[in-house]
């Protein structure tokens, strides 16, 4: 609860310069950044992977499977998954 008040004090001293859109912009990108750092480095455990796929889906970040990507090799490992979607070519 300590960190949350320092960090509500910070977000004002922050507020205080900068218009709400702009201090919400770094917010996000501040989030989005920390977030894929956490992904990136391997570390994330099972609610981290949660909090990030709950990330995407509240800005409507959605993906389709490609051939030879992992997410592509991931949707053919299903299955059927090739009689509830077709792959789309891998652009060059």
Known sequence: MRFFCSGL???KKIM???DT???LSDLHAGLAGALSDLL???EA???DLNVI???LKDNQITAQPVEDTPFGDLAR???DIE???ELKKRSA
């Open 9 to 11: 004090s910070l977000i």
């Open 16 to 18: 205080a310069k900068k």
């Open 21 to 23: 859109n702009e201090v």
């Open 40 to 42: 990136v480095s391997g």
């Open 45 to 47: 455990s099972t609610a």
């Open 53 to 55: 796929r709950q990330f």
């Open 77 to 79: 490992s299903l299955p």
């Open 83 to 85: 009689n509830v979607i």
